[in-house]
């Protein structure tokens, strides 16, 4: 095969005669020939396609053709039947013609023969087109050109919207959706007047009458009477791509213009807006989808104007951004088991080293499991629960809620972006409710793999105990450094617990990702907006936990540890706060997943994990349009 294709690759395209395109194909028989003998799949197939006689008929018609405009033959004489008419007055006024000059002036004057001849002319003149009548030298300035548009209705919306000009009654095409019927047609436009539909004048209408009538015929044609517009607005056709940070839904917003040509989604959804002409409503499709046609969906200065009103699905509530993560007020959390062991600072302080080495292994080959001393998840626990807002030093122009970067922008401009082998890993931030399984997961994942990830070291002002050792369980700081650290915004994540300070720094993070491992880390929602940006490229999953039924039969032998309790049994109230908790986390925070794993059966969440981890680094995935060019603004 490869012989052939090179043949057509060499031989110019005007050599291809005879012996050309036929050549070819009789080559490429041969080759398919030799590949049915090796009984290749498909080849017997495309064997007999390439022998079938039309095929090779096709080819001699297109060779012909190739041939005649090579060729390009031009008529000998322009008017050869006033040649004929003159030649059979001379043959006729001859004195005593020949058998020959007679035999001559029959032919000449057949019917067949004289039709021949006046075809060849109107050849020869090039003379086909259809006679026009004559442009009348002065038209009326009054008098417009209307067009007959025809479209064929296949119960597919027709994909424009109309509007009727309430002083003089006109009714006018308002937009046209791009990839619907009436932008496939190319023949109605926006600004087109309408002046009649299936002959039904619509002057005067109400734009719903209009509609009627549309509809009146799902399928079949529609015969529209049109005035098209002169001057063509220039269409904003744009390739930009953007995540939702907020939910939208056509049919609840009162201000649409049409709200059947609305489109609804949800944060997190990716949306390739295809046309930004109209300031306040753009065009768009929801991604990843096939449908053809996009939708209306509000601007982002428009959702912006819009977004304290009602018609979200979702109200705004500023307040709410952090205070509704608080479900379980500090009171619940005091309540005592007597069915558990209760540990009192001291106590549970001392008990730390002990629980940790049997709880979790955090020396595996000798390399340390950073993150997982129960104090830095405790003082994340904290942050949880507390009716606080739990990010005063940022609130309100950095807070990763939905509100207030709604706030600021409700559509977040995206790229495709695919790391580069030679570029550093992207972090992985786990986030989900207290006790779901996020630092299981972490850990067995560094554990099974320590040469691929790593975790972060964490900082804290408490006192190192006897066996610990800077920069193994911690980094020991004073709290004059960890707060110069905070004001210099090197945390991505810190906070109190016990009246001493935790948190994770930027810089051990980036350690863990110099040192070309995958950095693992667990975070709190108010971290997000921290890990999102240009230099971490922080793919973030969502570990949610499964229908109740599960969790219970899943969790049945394993314990948590709570402020108050080492390794207790779960309690239905425990599965009843994880799930209210994900619920609220998700409905806020949802737009910045990459990714959601349901902890159900651990192996199998183990799975998907790596297999998400992997797809991070590996495949093309939709990040800030920021993160790849640092001076795009939001659009
Ligand atoms: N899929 C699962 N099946 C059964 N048990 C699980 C599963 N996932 C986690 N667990 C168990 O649930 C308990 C809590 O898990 P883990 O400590 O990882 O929670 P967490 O999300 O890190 O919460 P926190 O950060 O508040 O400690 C542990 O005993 C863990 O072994």
Not at 314 to 339: G, H
Not at 477 to 482: D, V
Not at 543 to 550: D, G, M
Request: some cysteine; hydrophobic content about 35%.
């Amino acid at each position: 095969m490869k012989q052939a294709v090179e043949a057509q690759v060499l031989i110019p395209h005007c050599q291809l005669g005879e012996a050309g395109l036929r050549q070819i194909l009789t080559d490429v028989i041969e080759e398919v020939r030799k590949s049915v003998s090796q009984d290749l799949d498909g080849a017997e197939i495309l064997h007999s396609l390439l022998n079938a006689s039309w095929l090779h008929s096709l080819l001699k018609v297109y060779e012909c053709l190739g041939q005649y405009l090579r060729d390009s033959p031009a008529p000998f004489l322009d008017f050869a039947s006033g040649l004929t008419f003159q030649l059979l007055i001379d043959i006729r006024s001859l004195p005593g013609s020949s058998e020959e000059a007679r035999e001559l002036y029959r032919l000449l004057r057949k019917p067949h023969m004289q039709a021949l001849l006046f075809a060849h002319d109107t050849v020869a003149h090039r003379d086909y087109g259809p006679v026009l009548p004559p442009m009348p030298e002065e038209l009326p300035d009054d008098e417009e050109a209307t067009r007959t548009v025809c479209l064929v209705k296949n119960k597919q919306p027709l994909g424009a919207t109309i509007k009727r000009n309430e002083s003089t009654g006109e009714i006018f095409i308002a937009r046209v959706i791009h990839g619907g019927l009436a932008d496939r047609s190319g023949l109605l436009h926006t600004g087109d007047r309408v002046l009649e539909v299936n002959g039904f004048p619509v002057d005067g209408m109400e734009p719903e009458q209009v509609i009627q009538v549309v509809q009146a015929r799902s399928q079949g044609t529609i015969i529209f009477r049109v005035i098209p517009m002169t001057e063509r607005p220039v269409h904003n056709k744009t390739m930009l791509y953007v995540r939702a940070l907020v939910d939208y839904s056509p049919q609840q917003d009162p201000y649409i213009p049409c709200a059947d040509a609305g489109m609804s989604f949800q944060k997190g959804n990716v949306l390739e807006i295809v046309d930004q002409t109209d300031a306040l409503w753009w065009q768009a499709r929801k991604l990843p989808d096939h449908a053809a046609c996009a939708g209306l969906i509000p601007s982002n200065n428009l959702l912006k104007r819009k977004q304290k009103e009602l018609w979200w699905s979702q109200p705004y509530q500023p307040q709410a951004c952090f205070q509704t993560l608080s479900t379980v007020e500090e009171e619940d959390m005091m309540a005592i088991d007597e069915n558990c062991v209760e540990a009192d600072e001291e106590a549970f302080e001392s008990e730390e080293f002990r629980d940790e080495d049997d709880d979790f292994s955090t020396n595996t080959k000798g390399i340390y499991l950073a993150g997982f001393r129960r104090s830095m998840r405790l003082f994340r626990r904290r942050s949880h629960n507390t009716s606080q807002p739990t990010c005063p030093t940022r609130c309100p122009s950095s807070c990763p809620s939905s509100c207030h970067s709604a706030l600021c922008s409700p559509y977040e401009e995206v790229v495709r972006y695919q790391r580069h082998t030679q570029d550093t890993q992207r972090l992985i931030a786990l986030l989900g409710p207290p006790n779901v399984g996020v630092n299981e997961l972490r850990r067995r994942l560094i554990e099974t793999n320590p040469d691929i990830f790593q975790g972060a070291l964490p900082h804290t002002t408490r006192a190192p105990k006897e066996y610990e050792e800077s920069g193994r369980e911690y980094v020991f700081t004073s709290r004059e450094i960890f707060n110069n650290m905070v004001q210099n915004n090197r945390f991505l994540e810190h906070g109190e617990y016990k009246g001493n300070l935790y948190g994770t720094s930027y810089d051990s993070v980036k350690e863990v990702l110099k040192g070309g491992k995958i950095c693992l880390i667990d975070i709190e929602p108010n971290a997000i907006h921290a890990v999102r940006n240009h230099e971490l490229k922080a793919y973030i999953i969502y570990v949610k936990p499964p229908p109740l039924e599960r969790l219970q039969e899943t969790r049945q032998d394993s314990c948590i540890t709570t402020n108050y309790y080492i390794n207790r049994p779960f309690k239905s109230e425990d599965f009843q706060e994880m799930e209210e908790l994900s619920e609220k986390i998700e409905s806020h925070f949802r737009q910045f997943f990459d990714h959601v794993i349901v902890n159900d059966k651990l192996q199998d969440s183990l799975d998907q994990l790596m297999s998400a981890v992997r797809k991070a680094q590996n495949q093309p995935q939709w990040v800030p349009a920021r993160w790849i060019r640092p001076t795009t603004t939001e659009p």
